[in-house]
């Protein structure tokens, strides 16, 4: 059984700095690519990032580059989201995602999710 599990949201000011982790189990981790997509209040689940099998590939929506950063431990079978100079457009849910294939930024192509942690910015 494959399961994702998000940790790291909270609360944090506008130009603060959050890390998120998903740890993945009940698959060879290393196979697969990973994703962080978000969703707002009312809004719909939009991609974040994205990052390859090995992590030799990544790619980013406009409205993140230069700010987060996707990484990849597959020792650890874990991904992570380094998201400084937070804006309180970032608030939202964000979720981790394994995708069968070795890099997609596709949401339909997303085989797994994780149960979603909240990011909340203040201004």
């Known amino acids: 059984q494959v399961q994702l599990v998000e940790s790291g949201g909270g609360l944090v000011q506008a130009g603060g700095s959050l890390r998120l982790s998903c740890a993945a189990s009940?698959?060879?981790?290393?196979?697969?690519?990973m994703g962080w997509f978000r969703q707002a209040p009312g809004k719909e689940r939009e991609f974040v990032t994205a990052?390859?099998?090995?992590?030799?590939?990544?790619d980013y929506a406009d409205s993140v580059k230069g700010r987060f950063t996707i990484s990849r431990d597959n020792a650890k079978n874990t991904v992570y989201l380094q998201m400084n100079s937070l804006k309180p457009e970032d608030t939202a849910v964000y979720f981790c995602?394994?995708?069968?294939?070795?890099?997609?930024?596709?949401?339909?192509?997303?085989?797994?999710w994780g149960q979603g942690t909240q990011v909340t910015v203040s201004s």
């Open positions: 995602a394994l995708t069968r294939r070795t890099f997609t930024m596709i949401s339909g192509l997303y085989n797994y």
């Open positions: 009940g698959l060879t981790f290393s196979n697969y690519g």
């Open positions: 990052i390859s099998s090995s992590g030799a590939i990544t």
